[in-house]
């Protein structure tokens, strides 16, 4: 009796053991509220021997170029059709760039204007199975669909978040987030509104389906806007991946909203906040000083195998490095609208540094290892076994690689 006794609760833990998944040396694994949560530390489970490596293809895209179909101005995203063709969202010209799985150039998509097949500073494109190009257009509060030769398809509009990233989900779903550059500020004596929720999922029709993805409220106007800003990709399943540009937190949630873990990492800096930052009101006018943060995070994408690639910051920006950008807005008597995009700041000369490595996390959340990085990476983008690091505001270009066994030399 006593043996039947003992077995029936050694079975239990072994199950759940098994269900938790293992944990490696360097983890701390432990249940919040019921989500499995990954505290990370140490060099993860690859040690001083990376199991990938990244074999250099080529460079699409360069500030100094005469050519000027690979003349980029704040790029922002690139995308892969089903064929192997790429398609560069080419931002500061308000277009999309279209190449062949070799890198040369076939098409040009769109212009600058609020029309149809027109943009504004787009932010996002992304390629679905039948060759439709996404592209959010953010200051015309939309997204545009393109057909797969770069004609107008249709325009999704009434984006409660505004028009962010966007990705391809499960049944022909879409997945957004907000955009980066927002600022959410509350009027004078009102009652500050609810945080909106990271993630929104639009059916085909852009018809509000779900939202999930909880922001914490830091109790800081200012604060709440800016450190909530994620980085978003999603795999082939629908799942969702969210990095935190400013804490040290990276999640992965169900295609239905479910949060299935969470999972921190060792930074060797601190991710306090250093400055609320200060909104004064005089009359009708609002002066605005933002927070102080440092950043951990930089870009994210998700590989066929479930492997998490994340952009993180081996150390802050020195002063020189640092480039930032200056918008400027204009009205005339009519209310047509003027606006400007330009990189400032004493690092846009450099293309080097060591400030930027790469980590990859297993599907379970567990770090796996890093690889080091020596150029400015603005995102990262991972289609089969293509990776693309986009170095946006200073060679304004996209540098392919090759996922590959490590060599054996």
């Not at 212009?111 to 996404?134: C, M, N, S, T």
Request: net charge neutral; hydrophobic share 40%; glycine share 12%.
């Amino acid at each position: 009796m006593n043996r039947t006794r003992t077995l029936i609760p050694l079975i239990a833990l072994i199950a759940a053991l098994v269900l938790a998944g293992p944990v490696l040396a360097g983890q701390k694994v432990e249940t919040v509220d019921g989500v499995r949560v990954v505290h990370n530390t140490g060099p993860g489970a690859w040690g001083k021997s990376p199991q990938v490596a990244l074999e250099p293809v080529r460079t699409l895209g360069d500030v100094d170029t005469a050519d000027e179909n690979l003349a980029f101005y704040m790029p922002s995203a690139i995308a892969v059709d089903g064929t192997g063709n790429l398609f560069v969202l080419d931002t500061g010209n308000h277009r999309v760039q279209k190449f062949g799985p070799d890198g040369r150039y076939l098409a040009t998509f769109g212009r600058q204007g609020q029309g149809p097949g027109e943009f504004q500073y787009p932010a996002w494109l992304a390629v679905d199975a039948k060759g439709f190009i996404y592209v959010t257009d953010p200051f015309n509060q939309r997204i545009q669909v393109l057909t797969p030769d770069g004609k107008d398809h249709k325009v999704i509009k009434g984006l409660e978040q505004g028009a962010g990233p966007v990705y391809l989900g499960a049944n022909g779903e879409l997945v957004t987030g907000a955009p980066r550059m927002r600022m959410l500020i509350n009027r004078e004596g009102d009652k500050p509104a609810p945080l909106p929720k990271l993630v929104q999922v639009l059916d085909a029709e852009g018809k509000p389906v779900r939202s999930f993805g909880e922001p914490h409220d830091f109790d800081a106007e200012l604060v709440n806007t800016a450190a909530n800003e994620v980085l978003m990709t999603v795999d082939a399943a629908g799942q969702v991946y969210l990095a935190y540009t400013v804490q040290n937190r990276i999640e992965k949630y169900a295609a239905d909203g479910k949060l299935l873990w969470r999972a921190d990492r060792d930074l060797p800096y601190s991710m306090e906040i250093k400055d609320k930052g200060e909104i004064k009101r005089d009359g009708g006018s609002i002066s605005v000083r933002g927070p102080q943060l440092n950043r951990c995070a930089a870009g994210i994408a998700v590989d066929g195998q479930g492997r998490l690639w994340v952009v993180t910051m081996a150390r802050q920006l020195k002063r020189e490095e640092q480039v930032g950008m200056m918008m400027t807005m204009s009205m005339d008597a009519g209310g047509g609208r003027t606006m400007g995009m330009k990189p400032q700041g004493e690092g846009q000369e450099l293309r080097t540094t060591d400030a930027y490595k790469l980590e990859v996390f297993g599907p379970d959340g567990a770090l796996l290892g890093s690889l080091p990085l020596d150029m400015f990476v603005d995102g990262i983008f991972v289609f089969g076994d293509r990776l693309f690091l986009l170095d946006k505001l200073r060679g304004t270009q996209f540098k392919e690689f090759r996922i590959r066994p490590p060599s054996a030399d």
